[in-house]
């Protein structure tokens, strides 16, 4: 597992520059939205009768003048939503890396923060960003091991790679921190146990966005038994417990599940789970059902250089308002090619599809999201790479107001030591 006992951590640092390009920051649909207003109209005047007047020179008929009205009348008007507008941008990162391994314990750490400037944002130029992972492995004994991984990501951007990932934009920064810790142990030679702890906590700035805010914890129970050498099916069993910052979204849920952890051949191999998911809401009285099912495929090529890997999920996630159940289609597909020992090609697709469902199975919107990537790496020297990225995101909405196109491009480079 590592490269012995004396084996010292490899701590790396890093700086990072770009130049970049955002043709809709503001994630706008650019559409005019019909408003009704209240606003004073004036009306033309109503001729009273003559009336008599009395004067020096006798008893006349005179028709008072005509004087307008004005009242105050519902009117429809045009008002637009957020103008689309464009911005060149530029960004400066800082950041560390650390390895360490030994014969039992394998120890990877990143983190990274991001500073961005938008040249024609005003009220909000800047914009903040960074991710921390963790990977800790631990062979306690010969049958015994012990899994932690960490992840944490701060970002005013939608998430639709991870799943309860905020996917709405303009809705502010957001930190999204995940944990999952495993302990397995080999019962039998074919039969191996282990138990889960996973917990998940989202946290947003927006004022109008805070009660999306929740702390998830996960306990559970998994049973592996090895049909051959590349074959296990498994079972698991998962309980979820999910507090809100609004008590009424509180909810808790069930899933038993079956699978499949299959190895093809040293390059490819896949992972599947399907089964039954039960959610309880504080705020609907009874359960909701739905089927749960995820996977994850992954394939080297090119020597090992190049990787494909293609994730998806389907089941409850956590909805944005207390009224309605939120089940969502998840998947992702990546590729890493290497065009040699210096230039790196990277694409990432994801597809987001939310469902917002009400506890009477009724549809009150559905989203749909596309984001695309495609970028490169070129290692000029050990300690510099020059690094470009394109990237495209489009989301569809039933609500017309919350649909938008937007694409981003930039340019760097960045400096290890």
């Not at 689309?84 to 400066?92: G, L, M, P």
């Not at 093809?264 to 909701?288: C, D, I, K, M, W």
């Not at 790196?344 to 009150?364: A, D, E, H, K």
């Not at 919107?365 to 510099?384: I, M, V």
Request: hydrophobic fraction near 30%; glycine fraction near 8%; aromatic fraction near 10%.
């Amino acid at each position: 597992m590592g490269e012995g006992a004396l084996a010292k951590p490899k701590l790396r640092f890093s700086v990072s520059v770009s130049q970049g390009f955002d043709d809709n920051i503001y994630s706008s649909s650019g559409k005019k939205q019909k408003v009704t207003v209240n606003e004073a109209v004036v009306l033309p005047g109503v001729q009273q009768p003559p009336v008599l007047v009395i004067t020096g020179s006798g008893i006349s008929l005179v028709s008072p003048p005509v004087v307008p009205r004005i009242v105050i009348q519902p009117v429809v008007r045009e008002v637009p939503t957020q103008p689309i507008k464009s911005s060149a941008t530029s960004t400066v990162g800082l950041g560390a890396d650390i390895q360490f391994a030994t014969p039992r314990t394998a120890l990877t750490f990143s983190v990274n923060g991001n500073l961005i400037y938008y040249y024609n944002r005003p009220d909000t130029p800047y914009e903040e960003s960074g991710s921390l992972n963790l990977l800790f492995i631990h062979r306690i004994s010969p049958r015994m091991q012990f899994n932690a991984q960490v992840t944490a990501s701060l970002s005013s951007q939608p998430d639709y790679g991870n799943v309860n990932g905020p996917t709405q934009a303009n809705t502010g920064s957001h930190i999204l921190a995940s944990g999952r810790f495993d302990l397995t142990y080999q019962l039998t030679a074919r039969i191996h146990v282990g138990v889960t702890y996973s917990a998940q906590i989202l946290s947003q700035s927006s004022e109008t966005a805070q009660d999306n805010g929740f702390f998830e914890q996960t306990f559970g129970e998994e049973i592996r038994y090895m049909a051959s050498p590349r074959a296990y099916f498994v079972t698991q069993l998962r309980e979820t417990i999910t507090s809100h910052n609004d008590p009424t979204r509180d909810s808790s849920s069930n899933s038993l599940l079956v699978g499949l952890d299959y190895t093809f051949s040293p390059r490819l191999n896949t992972t599947f789970r399907v089964g039954e998911q039960v959610r309880t809401y504080a705020a609907a009285s009874g359960s909701a059902p739905t089927p749960y099912f995820e996977h994850s495929l992954s394939y080297k090529y090119g020597g090992g250089m190049s990787t494909v890997s293609w994730n998806s999920r389907y089941g409850f996630e956590e909805a944005q308002s207390s009224n309605v159940k939120q089940i969502t289609l998840r998947t992702g597909l990546g590729v890493n090619h290497a065009f040699g020992s210096r230039l790196q090609g990277t694409l990432g697709i994801n597809y987001v599809r939310n469902n917002n469902v009400t506890f009477n199975n009724t549809v009150t919107q559905t989203d749909q999201s596309l984001d695309a990537s495609l970028g490169f790496n070129y290692l000029f020297s050990p300690k510099l790479t020059f690094n470009g990225s394109i990237a495209h995101t489009e989301s569809i909405s039933t609500n017309e107001f919350a649909g938008y196109r937007r694409n981003r491009a930039s340019i760097g480079a960045s400096y290890t030591y």
